[in-house]
């Protein structure tokens, strides 16, 4: 396959592929599941070598790594949380002292972004009604 092939008459691929996990590479993982557990509340599913947690039925891992390049990549995935009301919400954060960003407005709804300690970023999202 070479790229610019019509890649929609392959047929299905050999191997079904399912959804796994999302996750963010931390440089501390005890302050990272007290960061996602204390600011967003939530609850650590397990945890061996890596943090789990699901949030509405999608797996969200934290991943340690000694490497500091891994960390706050140059990546495209955020992970976005959606709130029914994004004003009230960014005060709750900021009154738990986090650097949070003004809502904007877009044009399906309302963001604001902060970091974890790992410089992550995170998204608070609002549908607009």
């Known amino acids: ?13 050999a191997h079904p592929f399912r959804f796994d996990c999302v996750f963010y590479y931390v440089s ?4 990272a599941i007290d960061f996602y557990s204390n600011v967003f509340g939530f ?7 890596v943090a789990r947690f699901y949030v509405d039925g999608v797996l969200f891992e934290l991943v340690p790594t000694k ?3 891994a960390l706050s990549g140059s990546g495209n995935a955020r992970l976005t949380l959606s709130v029914e009301d994004i004003e009230a919400v960014v005060a709750e954060l900021r009154a738990k002292g986090l650097d949070v960003s003004g809502v904007q407005r877009v044009s399906n709804g309302f963001l604001a972004s902060l970091r974890d300690p790992d410089g992550n ?3 608070i999202w609002q549908y607009a009604k």
Do not use: F, K, N
């Open 1 to 13: 396959m070479h790229i610019g092939d019509d890649v929609t008459s392959a047929g299905p691929p």
């Open 67 to 69: 490497d500091p390049a």
């Open 121 to 123: 970023e995170i998204v």
């Open 28 to 31: 501390d993982l005890d302050r």
């Open 43 to 49: 609850r650590l599913s397990s945890r061996d070598a």
